[in-house]
């Protein structure tokens, strides 16, 4: 497997720019597509298209001089290490698209990537510029017959140090248009994009509209029902994450759905809740075909310290609101393992959804048993677009496996996760290999090891990091703290009772 080389922090400054002015810059290289495949962890593949000949050794960064942030992104640089350092060690493969072919509850679907229910796939032309982009398919905005005004403002957010958003919040509800509004973007879609997977969110406030949305999707078009059991916005009465806390709701308006509907009817989940399973065992006692999950988390992000209201502020009002964005992804992953090791949901579909950015993330929850993924904080930030490195990147790491058939990878993760610590060997420890070529000598870990670890790590007068092994516990706290990436684990496990020093 390729060995990563570039990360999205040798280009930090860069925003991913629309219509990119790099690009236009360049000579026919199109740098912005190349810079944006590393950020999403595919610079295999960029590497590879790469022609045999780049004009960049003699070139004079016109790209960069260019670019909204002059100086500031060293694209030439980039180019040349894709060039230099990563095509030598990658293969050319046929970019040949069936690889990820699969089914969605037996239908047919060209890939895996659909986006989720929100604002992403809320509109006929939003829709549409998904598939042509490359979407199997979209859970359309929650359909409903409550009439939704909504805030403004709606979204806050925790931004990392590039200024790219890692936690999301919104206090967004539901499609504003009307069912039959809505119905009619359905049959638009189901005329123009037949191929193309229509999951039908609904959310009904009884169980009449239950069945009549239902009944009314499959009408006009969807090839799927998901119960919206799960939305943090929607709580008054039996709406939203109300009733995905009750196995009894969720298993009462599961069974009234399908009543309405010879579809496959999927429970969408709250992720607010301790075990997920009650209310995956009741959709299934419902009728379910499958189980689609996690919604977002229920949150508050930040105080004003000066107005001493959270966001987003409302006049002067705020709300717990719903939490996404790659930081919840391991929450996420947390709830499919569970769901996915639930004997009473074998052979059920599992959509998975939370954090998704890159063909990594997906791949995670597709090796824990998803069957397919579902994205939208990430197309919020960065557009439809990012379909491209899903897809390529998938492809790529399938055919270096030896991977015919994507679903060939379903679950094989799974077997290595337990519920319980208990079962994980504790006689031995893993030691940090230090690279004393990339260290710089900063010390960062000897600080972490030193107030946060186990007094293992002290630093000569070169500056040079020095690990005592009778001290060392192998917890690789300073692996995760170097900021050079110039720590490592070691292969070697050393017996607990004789310690080595290193």
Not at 10 to 35: E, N, Q, W, Y
Not at 168 to 184: C, G, P, R, W, Y
Not at 442 to 462: E, Q, Y
Not at 484 to 496: F, L, V
Request: glycine share 8%; with cysteine.
């Amino acid at each position: 497997m390729f060995a990563k080389k570039i990360h999205r922090s040798d280009m930090i400054r860069c925003v991913l720019c629309a219509d990119a002015p790099c690009s236009k810059a360049c000579g026919g290289l199109d740098p912005a597509r190349r810079l944006r495949s590393i950020w999403f962890d595919n610079e295999a593949s960029a590497a590879a298209s790469l022609p045999d000949s780049i004009p960049c050794m003699n070139c004079d960064a016109p790209c960069e001089k260019e670019c909204v942030r002059p100086g500031e992104v060293h694209i030439k640089d980039l180019i040349k290490r894709l060039n230099d350092e990563i095509k030598p060690e990658v293969e050319a493969i046929d970019n040949d698209e069936d690889i990820l072919k699969t089914t969605f509850c037996g239908k047919p679907i060209e890939n895996p990537f659909l986006l989720s229910s929100s604002v992403v796939g809320s509109t006929y032309d939003k829709c549409a510029r998904a598939f042509e982009a490359g979407w199997a398919g979209i859970s359309f905005k929650t359909i409903c017959s409550i009439d939704i005004h909504e805030t403004s403002p709606r979204y806050s957010a925790i931004l990392g140090s590039s200024g790219t958003i890692i936690g999301f919040k919104n206090i967004e509800q539901l499609s504003t248009h009307t069912v039959e509004e809505d119905m009619a973007i359905f049959r638009k879609l189901k005329r123009n994009y037949p191929d193309k997977f229509i999951l039908a969110s609904i959310m009904g406030q009884n169980d009449q509209e239950w069945e009549d949305l239902a009944r009314i999707c499959e009408e006009n078009g969807a090839d799927a029902i998901e119960l919206n059991f799960s939305c943090p916005n929607m709580v008054e009465g039996f709406l939203g994450s109300a009733i995905g806390e009750s196995p009894e709701l969720v298993e009462r308006f599961t069974a009234r759905a399908c009543r309405g509907t010879s579809l496959p009817v999927l429970a969408k989940l709250t992720p607010n809740v301790g075990h997920m399973s009650p209310a995956a065992d009741a959709a299934i006692r419902g009728g379910a075909s499958g189980i689609a999950a996690i919604n977002t988390i229920k949150s508050i992000i930040g105080i004003n310290p000066h107005t001493y209201v959270s966001e987003p502020a409302v006049h002067g009002m705020s709300a717990v609101g719903g939490y996404s964005g790659n930081a919840v992804k391991p929450i996420a992953l947390r709830f499919i393992e569970e769901l996915c090791h639930n004997p009473n949901l074998k052979n059920k579909h599992i959509s998975a959804m939370g954090g998704i950015e890159t063909w990594t993330d997906a791949l995670e929850f597709l090796l824990l048993g998803a069957a397919t993924v579902q994205v939208t904080t990430a197309v919020m930030q960065y557009g439809y677009r990012i379909i491209d490195d899903l897809k390529s990147g998938m492809i790529r790491y399938l055919k270096e496996k030896s991977v015919t058939d994507i679903k060939q990878i379903r679950g094989i993760a799974l077997d290595s996760i337990s519920d319980t610590t208990e079962v994980l060997e504790r006689d031995t420890i893993l030691f940090p290999k230090f690279d004393h070529d990339k260290c710089m000598g900063c010390g960062r870990c000897v600080i972490s090891c030193a107030d946060g670890g186990h007094d293992a790590l002290t630093m000569d007068g070169n500056r040079k990091v020095r690990l005592n092994g009778k001290k060392c516990v192998g917890c690789h706290l300073c692996i995760l703290v170097c900021p050079d990436r110039a720590i490592s684990s070691t292969s070697r496990r050393i017996s607990r009772d004789k310690p080595a020093e290193e």
